[in-house]
């Protein structure tokens, strides 16, 4: 997994700057993590969007509760940062779902470890609906 860093960051903007200057090409951001499955049921999903505004870097980025977004926050911000063309990076993971009406029995070996995510309907977290089918 990269490490999320200031100094590449600014490195990777100005080189993305240059290329759409001589190129008119750009690219933005890379992302490390999951795909959603299609069951908003199933997996609760988290992201922590790194980006020359974030609080922090480094793994104190990556260990700082309060840089987890909910995919609601995560995808307005994302949005924003590519309509300004600045680079970021996400991370993404997810977490199953307590909840009687998916397929995981938390009692079974393979679940020991695992915290839990709230069920869907007890999750407050506001769902996205455009591409991501209600996640929240």
Not at 40 to 54: D, I, L, P
Not at 68 to 96: D, N, Q, V
Request: negative net charge.
């Amino acid at each position: 997994m990269w490490i999320p860093n200031f100094e590449e960051l600014e490195y990777k903007q100005i080189e993305q700057e240059q290329a759409a200057d001589r190129d008119r090409l750009s690219w933005g951001w890379r992302a490390a993590g999951t795909s959603r499955h299609p069951n908003k049921y199933f997996y609760k999903y988290y992201t922590r969007v790194f980006w020359k505004g974030s609080p922090c870097d480094g793994h104190e980025f990556l260990n700082n509760p309060d840089t987890i977004l909910t995919i609601k926050k995560a995808f307005e911000l994302t949005r924003k940062l590519e309509s300004e063309g600045l680079i970021h990076y996400t991370y993404s993971w997810c977490r199953p779902r307590l909840d009687p009406n998916n397929p995981f029995d938390p009692n079974a070996e393979r679940w020991e470890c695992i915290d839990w995510a709230p069920a869907y309907d007890d999750d407050t977290d506001e769902p996205v609906e455009q591409e991501f089918g209600g996640h929240k």
